[in-house]
């Protein structure tokens, strides 16, 4: 546990969707080292449930409780049955991160519309669904909740070929901004954490691309992000000091918005 | 993971730290581990934060420094090493109004170089004698400056968000310059933040006033700065530099409407 004050989570009750991006995996742990029990959502019922279920035993071996669920975001109702039943199983829901993150990049003649609506359904309508529903549950909370939004730095600048993720991100942004007017009387924060280029993100940042390894050394820091690096500011968003913090989007990017 | 958050050992130097968000972020890094530096030019004041932190168990000393006056930033980082033997972190938080009130087209000069100085210069005295410090002991360290949520919008009495909105640009700056030695800078930008508890209860009542302005429905408290000052300075917060941290209530996530503003309409 932190000796910081205000990163303490002992007895909160945490969801995390999406954790098969590393950074849903990290900060999934990171709740659980502050303290929190922690529900593991998988999007699909596939591999990734097994390494999802290696991590519920790993943070039950921290004395703190952990179960894997699967989440199809895609659906609306799915989230919202899903979520009830997980919070019904913790014993309430104090925080909810929401990580799902699927990358396209093609030139905008080439996206097909079925493309342009799965990467809006994966990236940005699941975090509409996953907000909707963890709000509905938080308002039952006397003190309300911390909701924390895993995006892209995409949300704010323009790169080719990711006309829709990038709108799907941006229009992320803005789910946040506008949701924190919303609910911000209802003790309920929202919060964003827009990553930078990370280790594991082959899917953009091709390892055998000369540019895209250029891309990772364009970062004040010259290097890619790592997903334990994200974990920390996620607890800090999830805390008890942070209520006078909503409707902002952090980045862990190693400076790379700060290029010129 | 969170061990990062850890400060022990660590040295941190806190400009304005006499008083207010400066106090609230002295007291907090104290907490978390770190030996504190307590610079400010009232020395009672000083004396309250020092005694205060001690009282907690944590380790600090006052330096007497003014920072508009870049000789004495200087004697405050080497008074910083004379006593604990290095620097780790640098809160470049010293800051406050100054200037007249006056009419853009007849604000005067003096007034004007004195917000920059106590709002700017001062931040890039501190930030460039860290640096100077850091490197001269082998690179890392962290520069976290204090800005305002007042910089990133007009504001009648300009002359303060134009030097806080200064201290914006040269954090990036700090950040893109310093790394190459292993240095971060990030920058705290509050919103409507209240310095410490109410005086008495016309103060309180004027808060709870001001307060209903703010999207969260009141106004931030001095010690919830604690915990972002604590993240910044730590190794948790190791791959973020040239950041804003904005703590504001959801006041600037907002703003096209007074608050009470919802529109609906339906298709």
């Keep these: ?260 | 993971m969170l061990e990062t958050l850890e400060l022990d050992g660590k040295v941190i130097v806190m400009t304005g730290g006499g008083r207010g968000l400066g106090r609230a972020m002295a007291k907090a890094l104290a907490e978390a581990g770190a030996k504190v530096v307590i610079a400010a030019r009232t020395q009672e004041q000083m004396a309250q934060t020092v005694s205060e932190i001690r009282a907690d168990g944590g380790d600090a000393i006052a330096v007497r420094t003014d920072v508009t006056d870049s000789a004495q930033v200087d004697a405050l980082v080497a008074a910083t090493v004379a006593h604990y033997g290095r620097l780790d972190a640098m809160f470049a938080n010293a800051g406050g109004g100054g200037g007249v009130n006056a009419e853009f087209w007849e604000y005067p000069d003096d007034a004007f170089e004195e917000v920059l100085g106590i709002n700017l210069k001062s931040a890039f005295y501190s930030g460039r004698a860290a640096a100077k410090q850091f490197i001269a002991q082998g690179g890392g360290g962290v520069i976290v400056n204090t800005s305002s949520g007042t910089a990133m919008r007009g504001n009648k009495n300009f002359a303060y968000p134009t030097a806080k909105g200064g201290v914006l640009s040269l954090t990036k700056s700090e950040a893109t310059m310093l790394w190459g030695h292993g240095i971060r800078a990030n920058v705290i930008v509050p919103g409507f933040v209240s310095q410490g508890p109410p005086r008495d209860e016309q103060d309180a009542a004027m808060r709870k006033q001001r307060g209903s302005f703010v999207p969260v429905g009141r106004l931030g408290e001095w010690w919830e700065l604690g915990p972002l000052a604590v993240f910044l300075a730590s190794d948790a917060s190791r791959y973020i530099t040239g950041n804003e941290f904005i703590i504001d209530g959801g006041g600037l996530a907002g703003g096209l409407g007074p608050v009470g503003f919802v529109p609906t309409h339906e298709w």
């Design chain 1, 1 to 260: 546990m932190p000796k910081a004050a205000h990163f303490d989570l002992t007895g909160k009750k945490a969801m995390v969707v999406g954790v098969e991006n590393p950074a849903g995996a990290a900060i999934a742990r990171a709740y659980a080292e502050a303290g929190a029990d922690v529900a593991l959502c998988t999007l699909e019922p596939d591999a990734h449930v097994v390494t999802a279920r290696k991590l519920a035993k790993e943070i039950t071996a921290m004395g703190r409780e952990s179960r894997v669920y699967v989440m199809d975001v895609t659906l609306g109702r799915n989230v919202q049955v899903t979520t009830r039943q997980i919070a019904k199983e913790l014993g309430g829901l104090d925080i909810v991160c929401s990580a799902p993150d699927r990358f396209l990049a093609k030139p905008i003649g080439k996206i097909t519309d079925t493309e342009l609506a799965n990467v809006f359904k994966l990236n940005f309508n699941s975090h509409f669904f996953i907000t909707r529903t963890a709000i509905g549950e938080m308002e039952k909370n006397e003190d309300g909740g911390r909701i924390v939004i895993v995006t892209s730095v995409l949300g704010e600048r323009g790169l080719p070929n990711t006309s829709a993720y990038a709108a799907a991100t941006g229009a992320t942004y803005n789910l946040i901004r506008s949701v924190s007017q919303e609910v911000a009387r209802n003790q309920i924060g929202i919060n964003g954490i827009a990553l930078g280029w990370m280790d594991w993100q082959s899917d953009r940042i091709d390892p055998a691309d000369d540019e895209a390894q250029r891309a990772t050394r364009f970062p004040i820091m010259k290097r890619a992000g790592a997903a334990e690096e994200v974990g920390p500011l996620a607890v800090y968003l999830s805390g008890t000091g942070v209520g006078y913090v909503t409707g902002q989007i952090f980045p862990v990017d190693g400076g790379l918005l700060q290029h010129l």
